[in-house]
Structure formats: C-alpha cells, structure tokens
Nanobody, 126 residues
Framework: QVQLVESGGGLVQAGGSLSLACVRS????????TGWFRQAPGKEREFIAS?????????YADDSMKGRFAISRDNNKNAVYLRINSLKPEDTAVYYC??????????????????WGQGTQVTVSS
C-alpha cells in the first residue's frame, strides 16, 4: 500500500507564497507520476499540474497555472512539491496530491491516479 501525505498548507495573505509537499511512504518502489489537484468549496476537483516519475517533464493545466504554480520533485526524499506564488483568494481550496503506479505520461485525469493524499487546506485572505 502507498500513502501520500501533504503538508505546507495554511492561512496566507493575498500576494504571498506557499510551498506544499507530498511525501510518499509505504510500499517501496520506483517513483510514480504525481499530480496536484485542488478542490474549493462547492466546486469540482481541479487539476493543477503533474510531474513525470523521472522528474524531467511537467504538465500544467494551462498557461495561467504555469505562471504561478511550480511542480518539482526529489525522488531521494520520495517527495513532490508545489510552489504557489502570488496567491489569490480564489486559490483557497484543499490541495491534494495523487500518484499513478503505472507511470503514465502525460497525466491529468483524476481517474487515472491510483493513490491520493488526505489533502492540505490553503486559505488565502484578501
């Protein structure tokens, strides 16, 4: 079994930055393709970005996401990170990471991810 644990969320003022982390534990194995999603109250889960298991490719939902969000990974630490800059109140959501054991690429559909973390809350005040 694979566990994913997100951390780094919190309350931040608009214009600030946050770095979220997703650490994998449990079943040992090769790195997985990992993605970040978010879900705001009353809205559907939204894809943000994913990073290939090898770390040499990234995929963002759109150019606006690519401009303020940055996904990275450190396979030595079994960790994937999401840096969010210039935070806006509309970024308020629960942020989730998810992993795909089949190492598909590119990957952005939530149904193709096998494991999910419990989420970390990000709240942006205006």
């Amino acid at each position: 079994q694979v566990q994913l644990v997100e951390s780094g969320g919190g309350l931040v003022q608009a214009g600030g930055s946050l770095s979220l982390a997703c650490v994998r534990s449990g079943r040992a194995g090769s790195p997985y393709t990992t993605g970040w999603f978010r879900q705001a109250p009353g809205k559907e889960r939204e894809f943000i970005a994913s990073i290939k298991w090898s770390g040499d490719s990234t995929y963002y939902a759109d150019d606006s996401m690519k401009g303020r969000f940055a996904i990275s990974r450190d396979n030595n630490k079994n960790a994937v990170y999401l840096r969010i800059n210039s935070l806006k109140p509309e970024d308020t959501a629960v942020y989730y990471c998810a992993a795909d054991v089949r190492r598909l690429w590119p990957l952005f559909e939530p149904t193709f991810f096998d494991y999910w973390g419990q989420g970390t809350q990000v709240t942006v005040s205006s």
